[in-house]
């Protein structure tokens, strides 16, 4: 049973004039932290919203610094790299992310909002980390 359907459903706050980012590069009493700057920096982007269309987000995907997919998996239990996140036309496979060149972009972040994209079904793969969040890992992210 998926743990979404027994929980309440927050209504939705809209929050597109605000984002607080906050950069701790010199903390009094704490080491420096080198890139905090660049972290925060890098997330001061256009947000482009694509159709959830496959060759669309492959599109896109290749040069953006946050991915993120709210939505459902599918995952294959034999086959991690046939594992997909599930779009309006197909999907978008593990095996896809891998033939895009993410890492000449570097980008920073992949959030999926899916439910068990870090799942790994079958008991023989169990130590592969072959699955959706792996897969960015992999590709780029």
Same mark, same amino acid.
């Given at each position: 049973m998926n743990n979404r359907q027994n929980r309440p459903?927050? &209504?939705?706050?809209?929050?597109?004039?605000?984002? =607080? *980012?906050?950069?701790?590069?010199?903390t009094p009493g704490h080491m420096p932290l080198q890139y905090a700057s660049q972290e925060v920096e890098v997330l001061q982007l256009q947000v482009i919203q694509p159709l959830p269309h496959r060759e669309e987000v492959l599109r896109?995907?290749?040069?953006?610094?946050?991915?993120?997919?709210?939505?459902?998996r599918h995952?294959? &239990?034999?086959?991690?790299?046939?594992?997909?996140? =599930? *779009?309006?036309?197909?999907?978008?496979r593990v095996a896809d992310?891998?033939?895009?060149n993410l890492r000449g972009n570097k980008p920073f972040l992949a959030y999926l909002s899916a439910c068990g994209t870090g799942q790994v079904k079958?008991?023989?793969?169990?130590?592969?980390?072959l699955h959706l969040i792996?897969?960015?890992?992999?590709?780029?992210?």
């Open positions: 459903v927050a &209504p939705v706050q809209h929050v597109r004039d605000k984002m =607080v *980012l906050i950069s701790m590069a010199q896109v995907v290749n040069d953006c610094k946050i991915f993120h997919f709210a939505g459902h995952t294959n &239990p034999s086959d991690p790299s046939d594992s997909a996140l =599930v *779009l309006a036309d197909g999907v978008l992310l891998f033939e895009v079958h008991d023989g793969l169990i130590d592969e980390g792996g897969a960015c890992q992999l590709a780029g992210f």
